[in-house]
């Protein structure tokens, strides 16, 4: 046969598709860095049963609300919280202003590096730390000094900036989720104005969908010019059972799919375990020393200080059908980075 | 020529064509019940400019943000407000339970159809309807008893359901935002607990697109079984200065377009007028007594006590190119019904 015959042309154009059906299979795999395992497969089997028209448990695209947490569960929270280190950087910046900080605490621990001393400080000296970096400015301020300080610090053990400290397993079952309709919120136990300027980008979540903690903001007018200053005030704690509060006030459906990683998380699981039909509910379990961080106190891992997943929560999750979602098991790469 | 002639074949088909083309066009006119004035042509201008990649204020889809107040707005508020039309019928309803309320005020108002006394509880009185009408109960229960009320009830003047209530013209407009790919919110003083079982079906917008005034809920277990309870506590008053407190809070934008009818969405639309690029902000004024009510107190029209629209917010207006819609000579029709 000749190149310019029919029948090798249809063969070769057949070849064709195939390859190109292969590679945009490959390049559209779902959940790549999961890997085979009963959590991936109970992922995969909820949405089927959910988006399948013919089955009893199916949903419409509207209600099909998924809620995640944020640290430890979408983005690392070791070896602390992220907006507590966007404190910390942010109280040592405005220090000179403050020279009586340098003996009154919880501010002198910040400035000495002393940890153990701003841990013995407790909620009330880390409030004090976020009320003094985070008040007392616009919201157009605090957004710019937010995404000012998310491009230039540095994660101390992977030397990476924040947002490349999600968790790549996370960011596919996102778009997993919405390639299937759902509409993705985030409700974390941080700051929502610490959250909006980088979750559009690193997420694919807008604003709109991202409920977390927030202070009071007051509407001015200033040289004509209207703004709303932050106030240091508390207004909500999205937190334990302030998540259920908050997915009603902010989003005013109950999800039908839910994901945590600690203690903070179990009452948004049981709101959203407590609906009729198919549900989803599942926590990420940090037993991965190795490639990220491993903590408990559940299952003997160590009792940290942030994230604490405590056997009681393990033990609910077990009684209740809730997945937990094994970190060293379940996950192919931990970081975007590590999947490239 | 035959009837199978192909010239035939092919003049018919255009015809057929440009039949199809015609009546698909007329049903989807946009602005359909507007009147063909400098204000249909306003609003359809900013959307030309900001949908235009080619124009200098276009605006990417994400950030198309139109926030609408709700009553006096989109829907009807006279001859009172729809919620407190509800807050009465529920203390009707929950009277037997309490004879101490024969001869307690606002209650015996309310129990007596005496509006003079009522409205003399001023405020005060007022909050201690909706608290005693609105709180005590989960968030499921009232979500059932305020879908069966505006179900049954109807409107004193119009006898239709309060729901038939809306203004046509507006839902045009939420519908040609949304078609040129608008996210459209309500931001009101009303309870967002009241709205969102009807915002769906009525306005095309899901209720995490709704920000409201609320109460405080609580988190409780009861029997295993969790549950939201409403407190009777303000939580947040989605008015005046608190609507873009509510609009920062909830939506985490600003918007580039936003509507109201009262002295309450005044700081919605200097906030919304106060971002940068194209801007378009709309005030909907009660001019028309004869197809719905007319009142003011700006142009000399009666001042009643819902949807209070001042003088002086008529001169905000003008001086800042917001837009009065006259409901008199910019609507063809005011309600559904009317429009069919």
């Given at each position: 046969m000749t190149p310019t015959s029919p029948k090798l042309c249809f063969i070769h154009a057949i070849a064709i598709v195939l390859a190109l059906a292969s590679s945009?299979?490959?390049?559209?795999?779902?959940?790549?860095?999961?890997?085979?395992?009963?959590?991936?497969?109970?992922?995969?089997?909820?949405v089927e049963r959910v988006t399948n028209n013919d089955l009893p448990d199916y949903v419409a695209p509207e209600d099909r609300i998924a809620t995640f947490d944020n640290d430890g569960t979408l983005w690392g929270e070791h070896p602390m919280y992220t907006q507590l280190a966007f404190a910390i950087d942010r109280v040592k910046a405005l220090a000179p202003q403050h020279p009586e900080w340098k003996t009154k605490q919880p501010f002198k621990a910040v400035l000495e590096n002393d940890l153990p001393a701003l841990a013995?400080?407790?909620?009330?000296?880390?409030?004090?730390?976020?009320?003094?970096?985070?008040?007392?400015?616009?919201?157009?301020?605090?957004?710019?000094?937010?995404?000012?300080?998310?491009?230039?610090?540095?994660h101390p053990r992977f030397k990476k900036r924040y947002t490349e400290m999600t968790f790549q397993p996370m960011l596919e079952l996102l778009a997993y989720l919405r390639a299937n309709d759902f509409k993705t919120f985030i409700v974390s136990g941080g700051g929502v104005e610490f959250m909006r300027p980088m979750t559009q980008a690193v997420y694919g979540i807008p604003p709109e969908q991202v409920v977390g903690s927030s202070i009071k903001t007051q509407y001015e007018v200033k040289d004509g010019k209207p703004m709303l200053m932050r106030l240091a005030e508390i207004d909500f704690i999205d937190d334990k059972t302030g998540k259920p509060v908050g997915i009603n006030k902010f989003i005013g459906k109950r999800p039908i799919a839910s994901f945590g990683n600690s203690a903070g998380d179990r009452e948004m699981l049981q709101w959203t375990g407590a609906g009729d039909g198919a549900r989803l509910m599942m926590l990420v379990f940090h037993d991965d020393a190795?490639?990220?961080?491993?903590?408990?106190?559940?299952?003997?891992?160590?009792?940290?200080?942030?994230?604490?997943?405590?056997?009681?929560?393990?033990?609910?999750?077990?009684?209740?059908?809730?997945?937990?979602?094994?970190?060293?098991?379940?996950?192919?790469?931990?970081?975007?980075?590590?999947?490239e």
């Open positions: 945009s299979l490959h390049a559209d795999e779902p959940l790549a860095s999961w890997n085979d395992t009963a959590t991936k497969q109970a992922i995969v089997e909820f013995a400080s407790g909620e009330k000296g880390l409030l004090e730390l976020v009320m003094v970096s985070h008040a007392g400015i616009s919201t157009a301020e605090f957004e710019a000094i937010v995404k000012d300080w998310l491009e230039t610090a540095r190795e490639r990220e961080y491993a903590y408990g106190p559940a299952d003997g891992l160590p009792d940290t200080k942030f994230g604490t997943f405590p056997q009681s929560l393990m033990d609910e999750a077990n009684e209740k059908g809730w997945h937990v979602i094994s970190m060293k098991n379940d996950w192919k790469s931990i970081h975007p980075a590590d999947a």
